[in-house]
């Protein structure tokens, strides 16, 4: 199993989680780890739209500008990556496990360069193995 995470301000984070599930069927598990709030739970994406994410990202890293976000097939989960003026990276998001349900998680996280930098390559990694 491939755990791919992004180290956040204040212990923060966010994880996937890409198994051989992730690489036969499109599922895989993510965790949002967020002040005093955690959660874990399915998400769904194909190969070519995590492949297509990283090289969003790869390209906001390098520009240092613009935004890249970030839906799953069910649309349980929506991020926005972007960058704010102090040159940190933005993460916003939204994750709802049933639709059925008004639970969800809404959150917003900072990192900086190099971890962001650090999660692309790990993202790269797993995609390739």
């Known amino acids: ?29 993510i965790e949002i780890k967020v002040s005093n709030y955690f ?13 297509q994410f990283t090289k969003e990202m790869e390209q906001l890293y390098k520009n240092m500008k613009g935004k890249v976000v970030l839906i799953d097939s069910e649309c349980n989960l929506d991020i926005t990556f972007s960058l704010n003026r102090r040159g940190y990276v933005l993460v916003k998001g939204r994750y709802q496990e049933n639709h059925a349900r008004e639970n969800k998680l809404i959150f917003e996280m900072e990192t900086t360069q190099p971890s962001f930098n650090e999660w692309i390559s790990a993202f790269n990694n797993a995609l390739a193995e």
């Open 39 to 51: 959660v874990r739970g399915q998400v769904w994406f194909s190969f070519g739209e995590l492949k």
């Open 1 to 29: 199993m491939n755990e791919i995470k992004l180290i956040c301000e204040n212990r923060e984070y966010l994880g996937f989680f890409l198994d051989n599930d992730f690489f036969e069927y499109g599922e895989s598990q």
